[in-house]
Each structure stands twice: as C-alpha cells, then as structure tokens.
C-alpha cells in the first residue's frame, strides 16, 4: 500500500496490517510453530525442519523479525530466534476486542 493510502487509516490499522501480511505465507507459520515448540533455534535448525533453501528461511526470518513477531540474539556466528511475546499480545488483544464485539451481533 502507497505512503498516501496508508495514511488514511490508524496507527492501529497498519500496525496490524503489517502483523498479518508477515504472516501470510505458510513458511512463516511453521517457523513460528517451530519456534513455539523449541526454546530457541538457530537459523540451521529451520532449515533442517523446513523443506526450503536457507536464503529463502533467511528472507522469512527477515520478514518476521522487521514484523516484531520473532527476536534473535546473536550467539557467536550463530543468532538464536524466539517469539516476541509483546508482539503476540498485540495480536491476540485485537483479535480479543472482535471477539468481545462479536458476542451480541448477529447476521
């Protein structure tokens, strides 16, 4: 979406928009379902559980952490990744509000 267009709607909205847009592709789910079952992971181990190149694991990483959804830490050569809680927060809080929003409506 162009600067103009986005500028048309909350701090909110693109914020959340960016979420799910960095979510929208499948690889990116399952690194965060892997990462979700271990405590942390290098880079490496991505690319063993996932059936992708690792420039390819790498530009997903990218995405998720320009997103906010993951975090690394650098350990030596290697960069540990976790889910950012704070992030996952914010998801679930706005999903939370549709959810209570949702509650009396009918269609």
Same mark, same amino acid.
């Given at each position: 979406? $162009?600067a ?38 290098? /880079? $490496?181990?991505?690319?063993? +559980? ?9 530009q ?11 975090? $690394?830490?650098?350990? $030596?050569?290697?960069? /540990? ?10 998801? +679930? ?13 009918? /269609?």
């Open positions: 979406m $162009g103009s267009k986005s500028e048309s709607f909350s701090t909110e909205h693109n914020e959340m928009a960016s979420l799910f847009k960095a979510l929208s592709h499948p690889a990116r789910i399952a690194i965060v379902d892997y990462l979700l079952k271990v405590d942390t992971c290098i /880079c $490496g181990d991505i690319v063993n +559980e996932l059936p992708l190149a690792q420039p390819t694991i790498s997903h990483l990218k995405e998720l952490k320009n997103a906010n959804i993951i975090k $690394g830490t650098i350990e $030596g050569t290697a960069i /540990c990744y976790c889910i950012n809680p704070d992030t996952i927060d914010k998801i +679930e809080n706005h999903f939370g509000v549709i959810r209570h929003k949702l509650k009396n409506k009918c /269609c």
